[in-house]
């Protein structure tokens, strides 16, 4: 578990690492935007890419990067004005517009379009069979957010919906190392902290609640509709920086991108690291464009709507914008 709770740290480091070093950046002519991440996790191997390759200063924008922990918290940072722009789950917006505040907040990038988490195991998952989770209790994230509402589509689609416990009074950043303090017979976790799981005999890797689930608009990148309104340059900016990551991770092996972002997770080697990459590479995890798929977001809405998390319908064009998607695969191929 040291281990565990020292690779969280680490990242940590990392975050404030990357915030510290932009100093004042406009009076180089560069433009700062902060950035909330809802994690910090390889599940947006893209997005490091796109940092570690220098696509954000060469659109002319310095990125500070902070991580919120929770999708609840990340969209707290946004319509607080603590974060300009915020990598997080859709359904954050969606619960945003049906609280009632229409039109305050967009999303306008999509990164991911599966699910990044992973059901993990107390014993070799190799034979694991979903049956086994009938009777058995699962660390299964907050109420609400979408790696908990995946987990509860998965299991309905499994017929195990009335015979899984599922654990969700623990906070994000603390479920690994309550399932290494033996809570839980299963745990649902992202990358690289499966992994470390792994590594130190506490968990095996199971199944993939992505592969299960298909595809979904898992996360995407929101600004407030007043910053996009008064900043249409730095998301058009922003969204070209993020395709063009997107495009280098999609022609490139799992070693190359493990060698360009390692130094955003020194607690993993590059083996590792690759190892990670290849697990999201193989089952189709990242968009190819930026663009947000309509059909997905049905699909998303659906299992908001069989978690009984979802009020009422949200239309497309309430919550996306896809202008600056759109232009920016127009504008980066033709480069």
Same mark, same amino acid.
């Given at each position: 578990?040291r281990?565990?709770?020292?690779?969280?740290?680490?990242?940590?480091?990392?975050?404030?690492a990357?915030?510290? &070093?932009a100093?004042?950046p406009?009076?180089?002519?560069?433009?700062?935007?902060?950035?909330?991440e809802?994690?910090?996790s390889?599940f947006?191997a893209? #997005?490091?890419?796109?940092?570690a390759n220098?696509?954000f200063e060469?659109?002319?924008?310095?990125?500070?990067?902070s991580?919120?922990?929770?999708?609840?918290?990340s969209?707290?940072?946004?319509?607080?004005?603590?974060?300009?722009i915020?990598?997080?789950g859709?359904?954050?917006?969606i619960?945003?517009?049906?609280?009632?505040?229409?039109?305050?907040?967009?999303?306008?990038?999509?990164?991911t379009q599966?699910?990044?988490?992973?059901?993990?195991?107390?014993?070799d998952?190799?034979?694991?069979? @979903?049956?086994?989770?009938r009777?058995?209790?699962?660390i299964g994230?907050?109420?609400?957010g979408m790696?908990e509402?995946?987990l509860e589509?998965?299991?309905? #689609?499994?017929?195990?919906?009335?015979?899984?416990?599922?654990?969700?009074?623990?906070? !994000?950043?603390?479920?690994a190392?309550?399932?290494?303090?033996?809570?839980?017979d299963?745990?649902?976790?992202f990358?690289p902290?499966?992994?470390s799981?792994? #590594?130190?005999?506490v968990g095996?890797?199971?199944?993939?609640?992505?592969?299960? &689930?298909? !595809?979904?608009?898992?996360?995407?990148?929101?600004?407030s509709?007043?910053?996009?309104?008064?900043?249409?340059?730095?998301i #058009?900016?922003?969204t070209?920086?993020?395709?063009?990551g997107?495009?280098?991770?999609?022609?490139?092996?799992?070693?190359?991108?493990?060698?360009v972002?390692?130094?955003y997770f020194?607690?993993?080697?590059?083996?590792?690291?690759a190892?990670?990459?290849?697990?999201?590479k193989?089952?189709?995890? @990242?968009?190819?464009?930026p663009?947000?798929?309509?059909?997905d977001f049905?699909?998303f809405?659906?299992?908001?709507?069989?978690?009984g998390?979802?009020?009422?319908?949200?239309?497309?064009?309430?919550?996306?914008?896809n202008?600056?998607?759109?232009?920016?695969?127009?504008?980066?191929?033709?480069?």
């Amino acid at each position: 578990m040291r281990k565990i709770i020292s690779a969280l740290a680490a990242s940590s480091a990392v975050i404030l690492a990357v915030s510290g &070093c932009a100093a004042s950046p406009e009076a180089n002519g560069m433009t700062t935007v902060r950035l909330n991440e809802v994690v910090h996790s390889v599940f947006y191997a893209p #997005q490091y890419v796109a940092l570690a390759n220098g696509y954000f200063e060469d659109e002319g924008l310095t990125i500070e990067l902070s991580v919120g922990n929770g999708a609840d918290k990340s969209m707290t940072a946004l319509l607080s004005d603590s974060a300009d722009i915020a990598l997080l789950g859709t359904e954050a917006g969606i619960y945003v517009i049906n609280e009632g505040r229409e039109n305050s907040v967009k999303a306008f990038a999509q990164l991911t379009q599966r699910a990044g988490n992973f059901l993990i195991s107390r014993t070799d998952g190799e034979n694991f069979d @979903w049956e086994s989770l009938r009777g058995k209790s699962v660390i299964g994230g907050r109420k609400g957010g979408m790696p908990e509402l995946v987990l509860e589509y998965v299991l309905k #689609q499994k017929g195990l919906e009335n015979d899984v416990e599922i654990i969700n009074n623990i906070s !994000f950043e603390s479920t690994a190392g309550a399932f290494a303090a033996d809570v839980g017979d299963f745990t649902v976790e992202f990358e690289p902290t499966a992994t470390s799981l792994e #590594q130190e005999g506490v968990g095996y890797v199971a199944a993939s609640l992505g592969t299960e &689930c298909g !595809f979904v608009p898992y996360t995407v990148y929101m600004a407030s509709s007043e910053y996009m309104e008064e900043n249409p340059e730095i998301i #058009q900016k922003f969204t070209n920086a993020v395709y063009r990551g997107q495009l280098w991770t999609e022609n490139h092996t799992s070693g190359e991108i493990a060698e360009v972002i390692q130094s955003y997770f020194p607690e993993n080697d590059v083996e590792t690291l690759a190892g990670i990459i290849e697990r999201y590479k193989s089952q189709d995890t @990242w968009r190819a464009t930026p663009v947000y798929s309509e059909e997905d977001f049905e699909l998303f809405e659906d299992i908001m709507e069989e978690g009984g998390e979802l009020t009422r319908r949200v239309a497309f064009d309430e919550l996306i914008d896809n202008s600056f998607a759109q232009k920016a695969v127009e504008t980066v191929k033709a480069e």
